[in-house]
Nanobody, 113 residues
């Protein structure tokens, strides 16, 4: 069955960078749009970035110019490069295969001095 495993989270100071990875298995990865979501404490899960199977990208206004989503199909992996991190970026980050109900376990990102 489909499985998603996120990694790369951690504690970083404001202005720092992190790169998240999401490895997928059990799907024809190259056929799907991939999404990154995040959920802060007490908040709803929100869509942060998306990348289509053709490589077109979309971003939430709050991360435009700071985050970059990319994918490597032969590795079945999607990435989220996060630069100029702010405390309000603190959340658990999840990847998701578009139009499916499968979520990974998430990876915690904490931005704090």
């Amino acid at each position: 069955q489909m499985q998603l495993v996120e990694s790369g989270g951690g504690l970083v100071q404001p202005g720092g960078s992190l790169r998240l990875s999401c490895a997928a298995s059990g799907i024809v990865f190259s056929s799907y749009t991939m999404d990154w979501y995040r959920q802060a404490p007490g908040a709803q899960r929100e869509l942060v970035a998306s990348i289509t199977r053709g490589g077109s990208t979309n971003y939430a206004d709050s991360v435009k110019g700071r985050f970059t989503i990319s994918r490597v199909n032969f590795r079945r992996t999607v990435y989220l490069q996060m630069n100029s991190l702010k405390p309000e970026d603190t959340a658990v980050y999840y990847c998701k295969v578009r139009d499916t109900d499968s979520w990974g376990q998430g990876t915690q990102v904490t931005v704090s001095s």
